[in-house]
């Protein structure tokens, strides 16, 4: 995808499609008042999605982060989740997988169905959970491993392999797909956090793939990185596409334009558009939406 | 999705495994729990006896002929002082069991009094000498004067042991009978000073030794160590030297204190030719090693107040050492009294170094400055470990449980302090 | 005039200086410009005057004994400075006795000895004096000059604390300097009566001294090896018990343990560390070991009455708040975006914990426990009070051994001489320990060091 300048973004989105204007600006000035239903606008719902969330609250102690928040994501897409800082993306992102769950005084509301099940109901194991949802964080984090042993990890937990050799073959196969096995072929025993910062982001790719999950969730990946290592990221999750779902957390505008199908825009906890990425970008339907496109905050 | 299959297959094995090692975890804490309340209640039950000594009460004949002095003799502190006491208590047994004749039984009944007590009732008699009358009725005093320690054991315990004959049992029961035995309130653990005798001995020369020690130790470490604290911390340049002293302080607060103990002995004792025993020479050893005890909180103490503060000072125009004197110090001083009390406290507990420079002689007196002999607290405990009496365990453990009590008080004391007094900027 | 004398009229000379000096800077500042207060002229004053003066008589009460008894031995006829170093030392002995005493003596000589110690140390005392009083009156006399009240006082005062407070934390190196001179000085004498290696490698221990000054100490053996080995096999049982339990301590209370749980047990461990060790070698001596003897009777097992295995325990016990803080810390260092890398991939808090925070926090871990055993193998009063005084060389832990630091204390706690071999063994055995925890501290910070440096 070409990068859209905000000057021509600006300039598209002058006419306004339609009488819903009006509406949307009264709604955008009294919506801090409304903490449930909230209307979002766009195709947050889906049918057959792969993962599907409603009415989505989270609380951190009395503190309430995600207000009813409903989105789903389909299978094989590449969801951008966009907006200003700490209005709740990653939180979001992290209920699904229950990361949250690692955090004490933090209270998640809704429902959450992967293919149509409770992740959680007391019936579904996070651990299995987070097998099939993998998750790749913003700081790069290898483990104090050589290489192979980072991309093993996984499969070792869950005894996915059975010999060696296919040990081998999985975490073959994984780096080659994180693009990084030319690169570390030569070098398997040497200690993860000896690679460079983009390596070792794709380590962690490559890692989370090693256990075949089905969604993977990105919680802003290449922030930590420089430009070219940015490039190579990108470039990997749209090959991934193939194979998983895919749901990310950026704060570049760009690089959502880039890499997603639907995009998202979360502000202070709602979700108050989503949609096709192109539509987005050239023609948001919220003035909030707008504003944070042309850079008014955030 | 074999793959969830193949997970799910394992998940069973993996939570035993997680439940497992939350139970070793829960047991290691456990267990820290268990011995720290076995050693506490072991030391509380030992000590249970040492707090109450066994007393006979004796009706003492003071008429003048008895006492061996003439109708005319003035009363006085010489005549007082003269009178052969131990040879009343005798008298005194004797005429509680008039029955009793040979020579051996005799012996007996006489060892069921301390050997101590001809020095209470000497004492007692010269406080109130107008007890002795000249009238002609016979004054007799009955007075509680202490038991010998077997016996005092025994009557505690209420187990036969060794050291007491049948005859002695006799003795007891039929003064139990007569109600002229009883327990009460230990007040010689406190008011006395070491002794041969366990129901003589008490800890006030070793309370003393300790206090005398840790004044030395807290004059001599204390500004020593707040002033290497704030050279370091403020003006010390980055140089190696600074390196080494740094490196220095760091390796002496893991040096083992007997290594102190050998240091006070051939520097202060053999080179300065400083006296044994005394707790200057304690003090002086015990400071070394709590230098760097204090040393590092002072300096953590130093560092933690914001540089905001010091560069408004330096903006008004005061020199930098104004500055660390007028301002930082007085804010850092709750963490440095905080760092110094728990300092303090660990070198009341301190028992190797001070064997090394001689405190292990039986010392009875009570030390009155830095330059007498004397004992510590810790030392005091060594020493009378070793004894075998029974009534010496007691009061070894009686011993601990006065000097846990003075480290609990510290230490809570240091806690108070941070609580109230430190400022989190 | 005495010591405390001059110390006192020093003190009165600093404070007229102060005085002084301080009128003349205030009468100076009425009529040109001062650069300080006058309280700085008049303590800087002051200093001039006491320092010098306070530096010279603590030299003199230093080295003047020595040169005091270098007189004496010089004034000794030669008949009796042949005779050896022993009687030597004797005679001086007894004249140090009789001048402290204040009495006369019969024999001619020592009386002579006496009545030049008295007549040297007069005239050195004079001498002092003199000197005192010329150094204090001379920095008044400076005080007043315009040299001085033209300069910056404060900043000259400044100088001199700052001085001081360098001096302060320079007694750290003395204090390490001492150790190391004192504990090597002692024990190469040592080694010029028993060579290096029969001390090292020796394996027979019983130290009986010579009864007559002219016996080597052939009659007594100082091979150390069954002290080491004493040394060790307490210390391994006591790491034996407080590794596991101060590791895995460690790890509950900072991964699974809830707060007030934490707020209860953190503390109670560390009382543990705060209490004295002669309370732990009670404890050992009077509970533990008669009661492993029970115990180990009852089976059927021959335990001594002070087995090594009660030390171990006791010490063990006393040992886990030093495993189990510093591992916590370093457990809690480990960032917590690796504990979300392996959760988020399926990992368990066990698997976690075993797989990737345990081995990341290693070198953390330890550290510590090399600091721990540093600590056990300096430990004294546990193993006096209930570990045994025959060096034996065994590896069961129900036997009696005897360790490095009792030998020292039961050494230097008899009534001997300070020079006999038997003292000076003493000092031998401090050399290896000193080194040893000297070595296992140093590597033991390092690695910490290091480790932390990791994740800052």
């Known amino acids: 995808m070409s990068t859209n300048t905000t000057a021509t973004l600006s300039q598209s989105f002058r006419a306004k499609p339609n009488s819903m204007q009006e509406d949307i600006t009264n709604d955008a000035t009294s919506e801090s008042s409304e903490h449930s239903q909230h209307i979002t606008i766009g ?60 955090i004490s005084n933090c209270r998640v509301t809704g429902d959450f169905l992967l293919d149509n099940e409770d992740i959680y109901s007391k019936k579904m194991d996070p651990v299995l959970l987070r097998a099939r949802v993998g998750m790749v964080f913003q700081k790069p984090n290898p483990f104090p491993k050589s290489i192979y042993d980072n991309v093993a990890y996984g499969p070792r937990l869950h005894g996915l392999a059975r010999t060696n050799s296919e040990l081998d073959e999985i975490v073959i196969t994984s780096l080659e797909k994180a693009g990084l096995f030319k690169e570390v072929k030569d070098r398997l025993n040497e200690p993860g956090t000896g690679l460079s910062g983009g390596q070792q982001q794709r380590l962690c790719i490559a890692r989370t793939i090693a256990v075949s999950p089905e969604v993977i969730l990105m919680d802003e990946p290449a922030s930590a990185l420089d430009p070219i290592a940015t490039a190579i990221i990108e470039e990997l999750i749209d090959e991934l596409r193939e194979n998983f779902t895919i749901a990310i957390v950026t704060h570049s505008m760009q690089q959502a334009a880039r890499v997603s199908q639907r995009t998202a825009y979360f502000h202070l906890g709602k979700i108050i558009e989503v949609g096709e990425t192109s539509q987005i970008f050239t023609n948001p339907r919220h003035q909030l939406t707008e504003n944070y496109i042309t850079g008014k905050f955030g | ?37 076995l050693l506490l209640l072991d030391i509380i039950i030992k000590a249970m006896p040492a707090f109450q000594s066994t007393q006979i009460l004796l009706d003492i004949p003071l008429d003048r002929e008895t006492l061996e002095l003439s109708t005319d003799a003035t009363i006085n502190k010489d005549t007082l002082s003269a009178i052969n006491y131990d040879g009343l208590i005798k008298k005194s047994l004797s005429q509680l069991y008039p029955q009793v004749s040979k020579r051996n039984d005799r012996k007996q009944l006489y060892k069921l009094v301390s050997s101590g007590a001809e020095f209470s009732l000497r004492e007692y008699i ?218 303090m406290a660990q070198a009341l507990g301190e028992t190797a170094p001070l064997l090394m420079i001689g405190m292990v002689a039986f010392i009875v007196d009570v030390p009155g400055g830095v330059v007498d002999s004397a004992t510590v607290l810790p030392v005091q405990i060594y020493l009378w470990s070793d004894s075998p009496e029974r009534a010496f365990t007691a009061l070894t453990a009686a011993t601990i449980l006065v000097l846990l009590a003075f480290l609990a008080i510290m230490n809570t004391l240091a806690i108070f302090l941070r609580k109230h007094f430190e400022r989190r900027w | 005039m005495n010591s405390s004398a001059l110390l006192l009229l020093i003190t009165g000379l600093s404070v007229i200086a102060f005085i002084t000096a301080r009128q003349r800077a205030y009468i100076h500042g009425a009529s040109s410009k001062l650069k300080s207060l006058p309280k700085h002229y008049g303590v800087l004053t002051a200093l001039w005057s006491g320092i010098p003066a306070l530096v010279l008589i603590l030299s003199w009460m230093i080295f003047q004994p020595a040169y005091l008894h270098q007189q004496i031995i010089q004034s000794l006829p030669e008949s009796i400075t042949i005779k050896g170093e022993d009687s030597l030392s004797l005679y001086i002995n007894t004249i140090d006795l009789a001048i402290a005493n204040g009495e006369a003596s019969d024999d001619p000589v020592i ?68 150790i190391v001179l004192s504990v090597l000085f002692e024990a190469l004498r040592f080694f010029e009566s028993i060579p290096f290696t029969d001390f090292m490698f020796g394996t027979s221990w019983s130290p009986q001294t010579a009864i007559r000054s002219d016996q080597v100490g052939s009659s007594g053996s100082f091979g150390a090896i069954p002290l080491f080995v004493g040394t060790m096999l307490i210390s391994a049982i006591a790491m034996l018990i407080a590794v596991p339990i101060g590791l895995l301590s460690a790890i509950y209370l900072s991964e699974y343990a809830s707060a007030r749980f934490r707020s209860i047990a953190k503390p109670a461990l560390e009382l543990l560390a705060g209490i004295p060790t002669v309370v732990y070698g009670f404890f050992a001596a009077l509970s533990v070991a008669p009661f492993i003897r029970n115990v180990g009777e009852s089976i059927g097992l021959s335990v001594a009455s002070e087995s090594a295995l009660a030390a171990g325990i006791v010490m063990g016990v006393m040992i886990i708040p030093f495993v189990s803080s510093l591992s916590d810390d370093v457990i809690t260092a480990v960032p917590q975006s690796m504990r979300d890398g392996s959760l988020g991939l399926g990992a368990t808090k066990s698997e976690t914990i075993k797989q990737v925070i345990i081995p990341a926090a290693l070198p953390g871990i330890v550290g510590g426990v090399l600091l721990a055993a540093s600590r056990a193998i300096g430990e004294t009063m546990i193993v006096v009070m209930a570990a045994g005084m025959a060096a034996k060389m065994t590896a069961n832990p129900l036997d009696a051994v005897t360790t490095v630091t009792v030998q020292i204390v039961t050494l230097l706690t008899g009534d001997q001489e300070f020079d006999s071999p038997k003292t000076l063994a003493a000092f031998a055995l401090g050399l290896m320990l000193f080194l040893t925890t000297l070595i296992l501290n140093v590597i033991a910070l390092h690695i910490v060091r290091k480790y932390r440096e990791q994740y800052e």
């Open chain 1, 43 to 102: 195709e947050n719902i889906l049918e057959n999605a792969k993962f599907t969330t409603r009415n989505v609250n989270v609380y951190y102690g009395e503190k309430q982060a995600i207000f009813d928040v409903s989105l789903d994501i389909d299978h094989n897409e590449v969801i951008a989740l966009i907006g200003p800082s700490g209005c709740g993306k990653s939180t979001y992102l992290r209920t699904l997988n229950r990361m949250n769950d690692t």
């Open chain 3, 111 to 178: 009386q002579k000895a006496i009545l030049s110690f008295n007549d040297a140390e007069k005239k050195s005392r004079i001498i002092l004096t003199i000197l005192v009083l010329l150094l204090s009156l001379s920095g008044i006399i400076f005080g007043l000059t315009k040299k001085l009240l033209n300069s910056h006082a404060r900043v000259g005062v400044e100088k001199v604390v700052k001085g001081f407070l360098a001096l302060c934390s320079a007694v750290a190196i003395f204090t390490t300097v001492g």
């Open chain 2, 1 to 37: 999705m074999n793959n969830t299959d193949i997970v799910k297959h394992g998940l069973k094995k993996r939570y035993a495994k997680e439940k497992r090692f939350q139970w070793y975890g829960r047991l290691a804490v456990l267990t820290g729990f268990v011995f720290l309340t």
């Open chain 2, 126 to 343: 010269m406080k109130n000498p107008e007890l002795i009358s000249s009238n002609s009725e016979i004054p007799v005093l009955s007075i509680w004067l202490k038991a010998d320690d077997d016996i005092d054991t025994f009557y505690k315990l209420q187990t036969k042991i060794s050291r007491v004959s049948d005859r002695q049992v006799e003795f007891i029961d039929s003064l139990i009978q007569q109600q002229r035995i009883r327990t009460s309130f230990n007040t010689t653990f406190f008011t006395a000073s070491d002794s041969r005798e366990p129901e003589q001995a008490g800890i006030k020369g070793a309370l003393l030794g300790s206090f005398w020690t840790l004044l030395v130790t807290l004059l001599i470490s204390l500004p020593v160590g707040i002033g290497a604290a704030v050279y370091l911390e403020e003006f010390a340049p980055q140089n190696k030297i600074t390196d080494f002293i740094e490196i220095n302080i760091n390796n002496l607060a893991a040096v083992p204190s007997i290594v102190f103990g050998l240091l006070g002995l051939s520097v202060f004792i053999n080179f300065f030719g400083m006296p044994r025993s005394v707790p200057l020479v304690g003090g002086l050893v015990l400071s070394l090693m709590t230098l760097p005890t204090i040393i590092i909180s002072s300096r953590a103490a130093i560092k933690s107040v914001p540089p905001s503060i010091k560069e408004a000072a330096l903006g008004i125009g005061a020199s930098h050492m104004q500055t660390v004197f007028h301002h930082v110090l007085p804010l850092a001083m709750p963490g440095i009294l905080t760092g110094t009390i728990i300092g």
